[in-house]
């Protein structure tokens, strides 16, 4: 992972992993039927720290989000690639300025 761009969702609270405190998670699409995982990928020209929107929903992400309300856990079913191995929600795109967040070769799988 080293030297690329990756799309990381930032307000979750801290936690430690291999004692190694983990401060965000990356989003990584998973192929359907033999399980590959790969990174999901901004486009080339997005500018590292933008912020992915989702057409539809709008307003300010909380600053950090409560792990008793479980709140990534309620989005996360809704996120898939689609056919072309773009990023979406509830079937609608994540964007960034420079376009849409793709996988490299994963469609139709599910994001996590």
Known sequence: MQQRKVICVCNLKPAAM???TSQAM???ATHPETGKVE???PPADAAIGERVTV???SGEPDEQL???KKIFEQVQPDLATNADRVA???GVPLMTSAGPVKAAT???GSIR
Do not use: S
């Open 18 to 20: 291999r004692g190694i």
């Open 66 to 68: 409560n792990p008793k």
């Open 39 to 41: 990174l999901c990928d």
């Open 55 to 57: 057409e539809g929903f």
């Open 88 to 90: 979406c929600y509830k």
């Open 106 to 108: 994963v469609a139709g």
């Open 26 to 28: 990356v989003l990584a």
